[in-house]
């Protein structure tokens, strides 16, 4: 009886004086640990390739760059975005091999030779192919590496792992700002290539999803890839025989699909629309009031680092609602504040956008009253509460809100409008600063309210709920529970 075993614990004893981190409840997690691991090294390259222009840029506009590879600001700002388009490319690339190669598969297959066609460039097409494949590369790691981790990891640790391609991604860029201080830029590109390759060699020999294979009706190889990632002391039967359950609902009934689809994709559209990445691009702009002369991408980048590892550490802990619930508030004070402060003292207009974002390097305005520090710590008060809240847990809960028959379908489409939304409200931006810099920082102020209330309205809590029994809630629309009433509904089907 199904129902009865839901309420059976998994083993009778839990081990005693055994870090619940390696193993718990029967689990060894060592090998889980493992896999993701050499999953995420593609958010690792994913960080490391979307700020790669940062070091490079002024090297190219440079009085002394090759000829044939100097770029003017138009050019500049193309070498820039275009990885946006790559992205969102990715992601709809992610649309069809997320389900016809599988998830595994899907993120192998981005590991495509673009840091190679960039370092060895000899004019500005070939750096421009390769800044798209690099996003290309990127937008089908986004859509697949969540999806994976969330289907092999166990229930316990799913919020944890789940922020892994986050704390990754933000390592890599934080590695390529590191490495860009004094490695000549053709071998920048180079050098990002290794975790691609590693990536590639270590994800051989790993196993597919369990979820996907029993899709695929094989059933053995699934049993042997959950048992591999579980351990040999954990009885993988009872979690086989949840995600069968699903997989015989969703063949013998139609399940609703749009509910969990549009909150993907209403949770990826407001995360650009709090206007993360313009911000990150115009972090010149706000620091040039400061008194205080700093390395914006580091300051900003160990910030971020921070957060997210406290959102990992909380994710299983506080709930998923919990952080977005603090996250908006802390970006809604923040933007607010900045708001204000730029409404009352007006900025100088910017210089064009890429150029802001690429001359990291170099020092900034001194400010002359101690308001100067407002829009500093405003900024990272906003980028804090970001990315421990709606930066890592959109990307988690979008892999285990979305059923699992339209999850690599699904995923890839979230990919691609989130990442569209970045390119249009990056470009829209400098069109807004034409009325004042308030005006963007009041439009990301109401955005957060709006997260707020998703939130609150939309979003379920996912934490400590299997893959299946969220699936179940919204079929069901009642119940995360999976028992009798899914037993009797496949019945008298």
Request: aromatic share 10%; hydrophobic share 45%.
């Amino acid at each position: 009886d199904m129902a009865k075993d839901e309420e059976t614990p998994l083993l009778s004893k839990r081990p005693d004086k055994v870090c619940v981190c390696f193993y718990c409840f029967g689990i060894r997690n060592s090998r889980l640990f493992m896999a993701v691991f050499s999953a995420v090294l593609g958010n690792f390259s994913f960080g490391y390739s979307m700020v790669y222009p940062s070091p490079v840029l002024p090297v190219l506009q440079g009085p002394d760059a090759d000829p044939r590879l100097k770029m003017d600001t138009p050019e500049a700002a193309l070498f820039g975005s275009i990885y946006t388009l790559g992205a969102a490319a990715g992601g709809l690339g992610a649309m069809l091999f997320n389900d016809m190669l599988g998830r595994k598969m899907s993120i192998m297959l981005s590991a495509v030779p673009s840091y190679m066609l960039m370092g060895g460039a000899s004019n500005l097409s070939m750096l421009y192919v390769g800044r798209f494949l690099t996003g290309l590369a990127g937008g089908m790691t986004a859509a697949s590496i969540p999806v994976y981790i969330s289907e092999i990891s166990h229930k316990t640790v799913r919020g944890a792992l789940g922020s892994c391609p986050q704390i990754t991604a933000v390592a890599g860029a934080l590695t390529l700002y590191a490495l860009g201080l004094w490695v000549p830029w053709r071998w920048l590109a180079i050098a990002g290539g290794v975790p691609a390759l590693l990536m590639v060699t270590l994800l051989c020999c790993m196993p597919s999803s369990p979820r996907r294979l029993l899709s695929l009706g094989r059933e053995e190889k699934a049993e042997q890839a959950l048992r591999w990632l579980r351990g040999p002391d954990y009885d993988v039967n009872p979690e086989l025989s949840a995600i069968q359950v699903i997989l015989d609902l969703s063949q013998l009934a139609t399940p609703v699909y749009y509910k969990p689809i549009l909150i993907s994709v209403g949770m990826r559209f407001l995360q650009q629309m709090t206007g993360i990445t313009p911000i990150l691009i115009y972090l010149q702009t706000i620091f040039a009031k400061s008194k205080v002369s700093l390395y914006d991408a580091a300051l900003v980048g160990a910030v971020r680092l921070v957060s997210v590892l406290v959102a990992a550490c909380l994710m299983d802990k506080a709930g998923r609602k919990a952080l977005l619930y603090t996250s908006s508030m802390l970006m809604f004070l923040s933007s607010l504040t900045l708001t204000i402060t730029s409404h009352t003292t007006p900025c100088p207009n910017p210089p064009n956008s890429t150029a802001l974002f690429y001359n990291s390097q170099n020092d900034l305005v001194s400010g002359t009253t101690g308001a100067s520090f407002i829009p500093v710590v405003s900024t990272m008060v906003f980028i804090f509460g970001y990315a421990m809240g709606w930066g890592p847990i959109t990307w988690l809960l979008m892999s285990e809100v979305l059923p699992l028959a339209a999850r690599g379908v699904a995923s890839g489409l979230c990919v691609t409008v989130s990442w569209l939304t970045a390119f249009a409200l990056t470009h829209a931006f400098t069109h807004l600063l034409d009325l004042g810099l308030y005006v963007p920082y009041f439009l990301f102020t109401v955005v957060c309210v709006l997260c707020l209330l998703f939130n609150a309205v939309c979003i379920p809590e996912t934490r400590g709920r299997s893959l299946e029994e969220i699936e179940n809630y919204f079929r069901t629309g009642r119940s995360f529970t999976i028992g009798s009433r899914s037993t009797s509904q496949l019945e008298s089907t």
